[in-house]
């Protein structure tokens, strides 16, 4: 059986998580509004690990099509202190 595809557009969550640092959420959606203009706050949520080593941006998207994601994807991993992005 093959794997549901994603249609699009659609509303896409996007987690990143990356080392903590004063300046993570400016930064990171800095990347996002230049793939998607600007959004509301309200589309991003965060969370600090139990240590507040780390932090987690979830960020919900009105995606056009895959390849947006891809460029999105290789631009947060681009950014320091960004360990992972689903």
Known sequence: MEPE??????????KVVARASADLRERMDA??????GDFAAEKVTERASAASN????????????EEQLGRLHA????????????
């Open 5 to 14: 595809r994603i249609v699009f557009p659609t509303d896409y969550p996007i």
């Open 31 to 36: 990347v996002f509004v230049r793939h998607f």
């Open 54 to 65: 780390f932090t987690a941006l979830t960020y919900l998207m009105w995606v056009t099509a």
């Open 75 to 86: 631009d947060l991993r681009a950014e320091a202190g960004v360990m992972l992005v689903l």
